[in-house]
């Protein structure tokens, strides 16, 4: 029997099904991302919300397990939510700032 | 690491019951300036006028807003509420006191609305201490924190000054001009409650929403400390038909001033450029402060007594307040919240598993921008109609605004029909994603 593992790619991927529903942007796009650590079929993500505010951060930080939980190379998903370095628009793909009408101040 | 799910505790129900209540009283109070327009075009205290302005006070205002401080206060604060069965009391409270209040004044039964504000008033005390005690868990007060408990204080006290008010009509406990009484209660509930909640819940959704920060502390410090000494100035200096109520207008007028440099050098650092209507809704009701505080001016000048023309004119100032600041300011509000608290308890669990729509997804942006326009359109109008008293230009303006409202209803409708059927699509791309390298 083959033991496949995710890549980061296919873990950027997954991730690209979370939105944040009041930017109506993906949390990949939006720069939210930290880093993603891959050992064998556990996936560790560390990432960020747009403001320690955000009343949403429970919610998104499931939907984060959710969707790499929902690959079948995935067995195990750690989400550690960061707040250090903040988030700023600079981590943004062009194609969130486009969609987003964000600029880096 | 993840933490509790503190949101998942909190229900949507309590809220949106308040808010169904509001947006009911609020349709049937411009019916009511539909079929009495007289009730803009004249200046006399009658039984409509009290009647009908309760109904936007408490019916509306008071409803859109203590339901969305039950959602927005532990949100802002970052804490649970004390307790969601105070709140489900309050509405009931709330409900059965404001419906028999203005049924009371229509009656002109002042005993009646003693009885009902009763009701009213202990709703109120459920709702102070539902809050205080909210408040009471937060680690750290800041400026938010401490402008919504002092908008609370003055909740308490507007409500004890319309029951004086009632009572003085009945027995005699009070040597105070009853005009100004009343004056003086409206200013209570208008600008130590309602007004310093704007000013301070602005300083924490305004960076939200728009992906900012708050520029200045102490400027924003600065502008509660002015609202609220203001405020106690004025009261007093209503209350005894003082000069010096100018000198406290101009203490508001000033708070507001530090409040709108604040807003303003928010917007300007924000990180989302683009503005989407609930936002403009919002900051329309601010810009509208800056005509409320010419009539302000014009209305505490020493000297000017009351006659028909002045009488127009303290109608105009009302309006403006209620139905122009205030109640633009909960609609653009209304607009963020309600898609918020649908999506949250209907789509947040299916996050990552399913394709979830967006908040902006959940409504109408063309119905929310015709809604604008509408609101608009009748202010103006309305406005227009109470300076000359038009009776009949005030019934169109009246239209206008329940023509708008009727557009904000059905995108409400829209919004709650989300919850009974949800428009989740599964994640086409999972097979794709299936087992690499």
């Known amino acids: ?105 | 690491m993840i933490q509790s799910d503190r949101n998942a505790k909190r229900s949507i129900a309590v809220t949106l019951s308040f808010v169904a209540a509001g947006t009911v009283s609020l349709l049937t109070g411009m019916c009511w300036l539909i079929v009495r327009p007289d009730i803009l075009a004249t200046y006399h205290y009658n039984q409509h006028v009290i009647a009908v302005t309760h109904l936007f006070t408490l019916g509306w205002i008071c409803s859109a807003v203590m339901g969305s401080i039950y959602q927005l206060v532990p949100v802002a604060l970052e804490t649970n509420l004390h307790s969601e069965r105070l709140a489900r009391a309050h509405f009931l409270l709330h409900l059965i006191g404001f419906t028999g209040m203005v049924w009371m004044f229509r009656a002109w039964n002042i005993k009646g609305v003693g009885y009902f504000g009763f009701i009213l008033a202990t709703g109120v005390l459920v709702f102070a201490y539902n809050i205080g005690r909210t408040l009471t868990s937060i680690l750290r007060w800041n400026v938010v924190a401490v402008g919504i408990a002092s908008a609370l204080g003055w909740l308490v006290l507007a409500i004890l000054a319309g029951l004086l008010v009632a009572a003085a009509k009945l027995w005699p406990i009070s040597s105070f001009d009853p005009i100004r009484q009343m004056h003086a209660h409206a200013h209570l509930g208008g600008l130590g409650f309602l007004m310093i909640l704007i000013v301070a819940v602005s300083y924490k959704l305004i960076p939200m929403f728009g992906l900012s920060e708050l520029q200045n502390q102490s400027r924003a410090w600065t502008s509660l400390a002015l609202l609220n000494v203001g405020m106690a100035g004025l009261f007093v200096t209503i209350l005894f038909g003082s000069a010096l109520k100018l000198l406290f207008a101009i203490v508001v007028i000033s708070g507001l001033g530090l409040f709108g440099c604040e807003l303003i050098a928010i917007l300007r650092v924000r990180k989302r450029r683009i503005m989407d209507w609930g936002m403009k809704y919002f900051l329309t009701a601010i810009a509208l402060l800056a005509p409320l505080c010419v009539l302000a001016i014009v209305l505490s000048s020493p000297g000017v007594t009351l006659n028909d023309f002045t009488g127009r004119l303290e109608n105009v100032y009302g309006l403006i307040a209620l139905l122009g600041v205030v109640t633009l300011a909960i609609l653009g509000m209304l607009y963020k919240i309600v898609p918020f608290l649908v999506w949250y308890s209907r789509y947040s669990p299916d996050i990552g598993r399913m394709k979830v729509p967006a908040l902006v997804d959940l409504y109408s942006v063309r119905l929310q921008t015709i809604g604008y326009w509408l609101f608009l359109g009748g202010l103006v109008l309305t406005s227009l109609a109470t300076l000359f008293g038009h009776a009949a230009c005030a019934q169109k303006g009246a239209a206008l605004w329940f023509a708008s409202i009727i557009v904000f209803a059905a995108n409400m409708v829209k919004i709650s029909h989300h919850l009974f059927k949800p428009g989740t699509e599964s994640l086409p791309m999972n097979a794709a994603l299936k087992g690499v390298s």
Request: charged share 20%.
């Open chain 1, 1 to 105: 029997m083959i033991v496949s593992h995710p890549n980061e790619q296919t873990v950027r991927d997954a991730l690209r099904q979370v939105i944040d529903p009041e930017l109506d942007c993906n949390i990949v796009d939006l720069g939210l991302i930290y880093s993603i650590h891959i050992q064998g079929t556990k996936v560790s993500v560390a990432m960020t919300l747009t403001t320690p505010a955000c009343p949403m951060q429970e919610r998104i930080a499931m939907g984060v397990q959710s969707a790499l939980l929902n690959l079948d190379s995935v067995e195990e998903v750690d989400v550690d939510l960061v707040w250090d370095p903040p988030w700023s628009p600079a981590r943004m793909t062009e194609e969130g700032r486009s969609r987003m009408g964000i600029y880096e101040s």
